[in-house]
Nanobody, 126 residues
Framework: VQLQACGGGLVQARDSLRLSCAAS????????MAWFRQAPGKEREFVAK????????HYADSVKGRFTISRDNAKNTAYLQMNSLKPEDTAEYYC????????????????????WGQGTLVTVSS
């Protein structure tokens, strides 16, 4: 499985942005996906996860109510819709796949994800 993330950019506070993660290789609809982010000087942290079917999602408290994770299994793509962006959302955003668990729900634990995209930078100015 290869993952390709895109959609980052420079925006102002309160703006919106949508990240995409295109997957290739193994059947996309058979594994859970997640988004993580890493700010300069900080460790990579969980943002959101979505189950293989899209029926189960979970968010970090810091983004709950502002971000929405989704997936289109017909297009082999996962998304992260980010609304009401804040300067503290500035980070490199990474999509990740748990391809070791068939039809998994996904988790917030970074060690559960075995495939990673290259990252896309989101910068939010105040």
């Amino acid at each position: 499985v290869q993952l390709q993330a895109c959609g980052g950019g420079l925006v102002q506070a309160r703006d919106s942005l949508r990240l995409s993660c295109a997957a290739s290789g193994r059947t996309f609809s058979s594994y859970a996906m997640a988004w993580f982010r890493q700010a300069p000087g900080k460790e990579r942290e969980f943002v959101a996860k979505i189950s293989w079917s899209g029926g189960s999602t979970h968010y970090a408290d810091s983004v709950k109510g502002r971000f929405t994770i989704s997936r289109d299994n017909a297009k082999n793509t996962a998304y992260l819709q980010m609304n009401s962006l804040k300067p503290e959302d500035t980070a490199e955003y990474y999509c990740a796949a748990d391809t070791t668990t068939d039809y998994g729900l996904g988790t917030k634990w970074i060690e559960e994800y075995d495939r990673w995209g290259q990252g896309t930078l989101v910068t939010v100015s105040s």
